[in-house]
Each structure stands twice: as C-alpha cells, then as structure tokens.
C-alpha cells in the first residue's frame, strides 16, 4: 500500500499516516532518505521497521520556525514497541539544538515528559504534538534570554565612554554626602526572580525582608546606584509593609507607571506579607503591553516573595481571612 510516497504493508500504519496527511498536510509527510552512507548502513540493518520524516510548523505568531522528525516504527510496533522519534532539525530558528533538547525528543515515550505507550494503540500524532509543544517552549525560552540580554547590553552599552582624539574634560568628583550610600543596610538580603519578558519588555522582581522602615530609602538608592537598573524605564516600582510593634507603616511608589505601586500594596495586603519590600523594574522594550504590563508586575513581584521563601511562614488569621 503506498501512502505519502511511502510503501507500507500494514493497513494499520498506512492508516496512521493517512490521518497525519489530513492532519499537517500532504507535504508534511515525506519518506526519509539516509544522508550518508553511515545512516544508510545502520538503519538498513533493521529489518521491518518503516521510516518518514515529519515536517511540522510552529504556532503563531513563530509559525515560519520548521521543525523535521524521523520517526522510525519498528515490526512489533503498535503491539509490544513504541514508535521512536529523532529530531533532525540542528537548527530552531537562530538557535543550534542542544543535546537536553535532542535527548529529550528520544525518550518521548520514555519519559514521564513525554507520551504513555499503551499496546495495540497508535500514538505518532500524540508524540508529535508533545514534541512541538516542548520545541516551542524551549524556543520561547531562549528568545526571552536573548530579549534579557539585549537589554543589558544595551544598557551597558550607554555606559561605555566615547572614543575620540581629544581628552573628556575632568569631571569634579560627586559629594559623597549628596548620595545615599550604595550599600544594603546590615542584615539585608535582596532576592532577585527570574524576569519575565513579553513583546521586548522585560520585568525584574526583587524583594527582601525588612525591620524598619528606615532602610527602605537605602536598599533603592542601592538599587538606582546600579547603571543598568537605573536606566530601566521604570527602575524602582515598590511597595512595602513593616510592623514596629503595635503599628503597621505601609507605603508604595508607582515610580512613573501610574498606579503599578498601588496594585503592589494590594497585592502584599492579599498575601498578608508584613515587613517586606517588593520592587520591579522594568525595562521598556518599544511596544506598549496595556494592562498586561500590570499583570506582570504583580507576577515578578509575586515571584521574588515566592523566592525568597517570604509567603512560606505562617501567620494568625485575620478575621474574616481564610488566605494566607
């Protein structure tokens, strides 16, 4: 029976690949040629086992990133064996495949990641499909580090001094009492989330605990100290919450993204977090997000007290509060 250029005995397997066709298309489906002569001497070898390359799309707005897969469907497949799927693709977008990536897509029905094989059941489309899933989160990953990177360099950038024949005239020295000094106050410890970016943004929580809130003042200008931060678009949005006894100061500051440090001190009144210090920077990227913009700084936020293990202690309830 030749399906997809493909000649397969099986009914059950040119079954398979007849759905795939109506699935990815008829051009998806191509039988695979060995491109060496290794290739060729190690997969003829293995008598009965059918083999196609699959080319998939990614989803929007990435749906120019291809993807190619070998898949390779031993005799005693679908009754005892597993298909195997290899990816052929070196390249995903601008970014080489690495080995936890091409490791991965082997162990598909293998793994706890992957798909469950279940006897007499046939399960290319599932291995497929949770395939492209894990390419297309792996691609994300890597474009959001290099949107991360962009920035800081970008930033570091607008640091380095210019180069020219003549000498920069001398600078008078700044007045070191002019300046909160750019050290944490004792016992501080400042914990950084992973950022979040999204369209080019990017999102930077930071949170430590606090004890007064007289080091509030000094653990920001520790932060405005550091040119990269200080460059960001909205370096230091923060709210906070101290208990000094009987009394709770609490205070916030939108710095410039109107109404970001309110929604801080909302969401540290939610949390029933005393004695922390939230901050978010975040690096404008030229492409307005509307309210997803808010969204995000509540999740860096969220994310740094998460980290710093902030929400984990254990508090008396509030009276008419079941959260913690």
Known sequence: M????????????????????????????QPW?????????????KEGVVRYEVNLSFSPPHEDIALRILVSLPSTYPAFSPPQLQLLSRYIGAFGVDSDLFGSVLKTYISVAGVEFTPDVVCVFDGLA???????????ERLSAQAVGELLRDSSRADEPTTSGQQAPALPAPQPES??????????QLIEAEPIVDRKSAFVGRACRITDPAQVPAVLGYLM????????AHPIINAWRCQVGSVLHQDNDDDGETAAGGRLAHLLQLLDVNNVLVIVTRYYGGIQLGPDRFKHINQAARDACVLGGFLDEKKPEAKGKGKK
């Open 130 to 140: 949770n395939v492209l899933e894990r390419a297309e989160r792996w691609y994300g």
């Open 179 to 188: 300046r909160l000094p750019a050290v944490l106050p004792p016992g501080v």
């Open 2 to 29: 030749s399906v997809a250029g493909l000649d397969i005995e099986r009914e059950e397997l040119a079954d398979e690949v007849a759905v795939l066709q109506s699935i990815y298309g008829d051009e998806a489906i």
């Open 225 to 232: 100290a550091d040119k990269r931060i200080a460059r960001a």
């Open 33 to 45: 040629t060995p491109a060496t002569e290794h290739e060729h001497a190690t997969y003829s070898s």
